[in-house]
T-cell receptor, first 113, second 115 residues
Framework: QQQVKQSPQSLIVQKGGISIINCAYENTAFDYFPWYQQFPGKGPALLIAIRPDVSEKKEGRFTISFNKSAKQFSLHIMDSQPGDSATYFCAARGETSGSRLTFGEGTQLTVNP | DVKVTQSSRYLVKRTGEKVFLECVQDMDHENMFWYRQDPGLGLRLIYFSYDVKMKEKGDIPEGYSVSREKKERFSLILESASTNQTSMYLC??????????????FGDGTRLSIL
């Protein structure tokens, strides 16, 4: 069963706009929440990650917002660019699961010029 | 830079064949993973290994097995390929270390078609 639910499945944004991708989880024992970015023909690569002891993490145009009580976290891409067009996956790791991640379903982002 | 190399980008096999997918990493990582990627289902873990000759089942191990005889190499085996195993297969590796939040490094995938 999918323990991390991601939405939307696809997203189209104009250049300069804000892209928002949401994820929700059920397992309160998750303790690490990374986002991966995948370009066509390539494997996913770590983009940004957050731990539940902070509510927000920002790296350049990318920000993770984390709501522990709602068990939700989201990726915001500010000033979206055509080069950001990719598939984005949220993920979560359990406290006792070592390095194992549970991934969301993925969001295909298209940024139009 | 970490490099994870998957032996084939595209592979076409027939139903019932035994299929081997190979993955090699060059950064001495302890952990290695096999995922399959299907549209709308994300990345689903098939098997992972945290040491040579060690393996753990993931979420969808049925119909698959793995082998890790050397630290740098992790093989995924489809014992008797079926059409529902047509998919993109991704290999990943990472350093051991739960609290250091080591990222997983992925290969570029093998697109496997079973006819």
């Amino acid at each position: 069963q999918q323990q991390v639910k991601q939405s939307p499945q696809s997203l189209i944004v104009q250049k300069g706009g804000i892209s928002i991708i949401n994820c929700a989880y059920e397992n309160t024992a998750f303790d690490y929440f990374p986002w991966y970015q995948q370009f066509p023909g390539k494997g996913p690569a770590l983009l940004i990650a957050i731990r539940p002891d902070v509510s927000e993490k920002k790296e350049g145009r990318f920000t993770i917002s984390f709501n522990k009580s709602a068990k939700q976290f989201s990726l915001h891409i500010m000033d979206s660019q055509p080069g950001d067009s990719a598939t984005y996956f949220c993920a979560a790791r359990g406290e006792t699961s070592g390095s194992r991640l549970t991934f969301g379903e993925g969001t295909q982002l298209t940024v139009n010029p | 830079d970490v490099k994870v190399t998957q032996s084939s980008r595209y592979l076409v096999k027939r139903t019932g064949e035994k299929v081997f997918l190979e993955c090699v990493q060059d950064m001495d990582h302890e952990n290695m993973f096999w995922y399959r990627q299907d549209p709308g289902l994300g990345l689903r873990l098939i098997y992972f290994s945290y040491d040579v000759k060690m393996k753990e089942k993931g979420d969808i191990p049925e119909g698959y097995s793995v082998s890790r005889e050397k630290k740098e190499r992790f093989s995924l085996i489809l014992e008797s390929a079926s059409t529902n195993q047509t998919s993109m297969y991704l290999c990943a590796s990472s350093l051991l270390g739960h609290y250091s939040n080591q990222p997983q490094h992925f290969g570029d995938g093998t697109r496997l078609s079973i006819l």
